[in-house]
């Protein structure tokens, strides 16, 4: 969805929020509330406004679209919480603080232009994610959805169905930029990846960044094994030597895509943001507690009871599931002794037949097992990421 125009006093539109459509209006005026309280009492201190008629071309019939932005104050504060680094006046790469905002390079007047629009985007869903319940014991409206103290509103609002999706917006003129200089001219030259990770974030730069990187470390590869395949030599040592360069080759791009990684990592502030401490998952229940470790005040899980799952649900999961694995592997064997017993005592056009049922057999169990693996796999995490020890 692209950005809905808007006057020069309105805010700038990050992200969407859909509801219901037949949303409890109770719901709605206590949601934009939370969202909309300033951070001090406990809210996320962001703007709300409904999308309507007048604002853009919404295909959708539903009422409930809710756009959410930030003033600029309230966006350079985000990104001190979310630990954002940037580059300083001398070079280097720091934490964001708003008390030292005008010696970072690149931050005029009041900082119209400092942040991308992907650390934008991050700060607001990041105050979403953690936008908690406080008294709450329900959201109001569905005395089904219970909210417990510390507890992330906007996952719970998911889990209920309430909030259908949230989702980023797109900001026209800056991708139509963005795409021209990229992949709709004609041009030799590397990617534009400092641009691409300004409109999409780190993550997809980086993805890219190794596409290319990749592509051109291919080319010696093809340079060395073309001659091998063109002329047909009956020395088999060829192979050998081959093999040996892609080996050494394999182990030298992959040390050099790490050296690079890093360099681009640190040039855009990601690599010294991991020793910051994270936030709680935005899943983790529990209730509000002290962390010594970090000076916040953060839902907690019982430690014994944390245990308790991991020994007595988890552990003893994964031993089924080896068995499991282990039972099938042992009765295709057998079958497949079985098999080659038969053909080998009268063999025949049907026996040779019979050789691949038993291969066959287990790779639709494998298939299926593997379904049922990533499903358990999916619930087990989900259940486990939402312990947090104290």
Known sequence: MMVPPADSSAFSPLVVLELLPDTKQEAITWLLGRIREPQETGGAGLLVEQLGPGLGAVEKENPNLFLVGASRERLLSGAEDVGLFKEYSDGSMRGFTCSNKQHFKDFQGDGDGFLSMAECQHIIKHELDTLRAKDETHVPGYSHAKLYPGKSIIRRLLSKGILIQMFPLHQPEELKRLSFSWYKKVKLSLQPLDDIRRYYGEGQALYFGFLEYFTFALVPMALFGVPYYLFDWEDYDKYVVFAGFNVIWCTIILELWKRCSASLAYRWGTLSRKKAFEEPRPGFHGVLGFNPVTGREEPLYPNAKRQLRIYLVSLPFVLLCLYLSLYVMMIYFQMEA?????????????????????????????????????YAAEFLTEWGKTLRCP
């Open 338 to 374: 079985w098999v080659l017993s038969i053909h080998d005592q009268e063999p025949s056009f049907w026996t040779a037949v019979l050789l691949f049922i038993p291969s066959i057999i287990y790779a639709v169990v494998i298939e299926a097992m593997n379904l049922v693996y990533r």
